[in-house]
């Protein structure tokens, strides 16, 4: 599975989910909703979050019997330094 496969609010989901200790999807909804002043509803943020957890990079956990946790697996973190190397490739020539 690459990063491309993946939809743009798919990737912003991994990242966030990266840079956070086991974060809720409630946890997630708010940090992206405060990052890109944008509402999300749980109808299109659960669902992308599953597809995170089938693609294998993210695992999904238990806080307690109502809540979910997150978290980025080694996959996960390999596809994000894959994409990372490559943005930098074409980054890195407009940016010089």
Avoid: C
């Avoid at 957890?53 to 999904?60: A, I, T």
């Amino acid at each position: 599975m690459t990063l491309f496969e993946l939809t743009g609010f798919q990737r912003d989901l991994l990242v966030v989910i990266a840079g956070l200790d086991q974060p809720s999807g409630q946890t997630i909804k708010e940090n992206i909703e405060d990052d890109a002043g944008v509402d999300i509803n749980h109808g299109r943020l659960y669902p992308n979050l599953d597809t995170l957890v089938n693609q294998g990079l993210v695992e999904k956990g238990q806080l307690d019997r109502r809540t979910n946790y997150y978290e980025i697996t080694a996959d996960g973190k390999e596809a994000l330094q894959d994409r990372e190397s490559w943005e930098r490739e074409y980054i890195e020539e407009v940016v010089a």
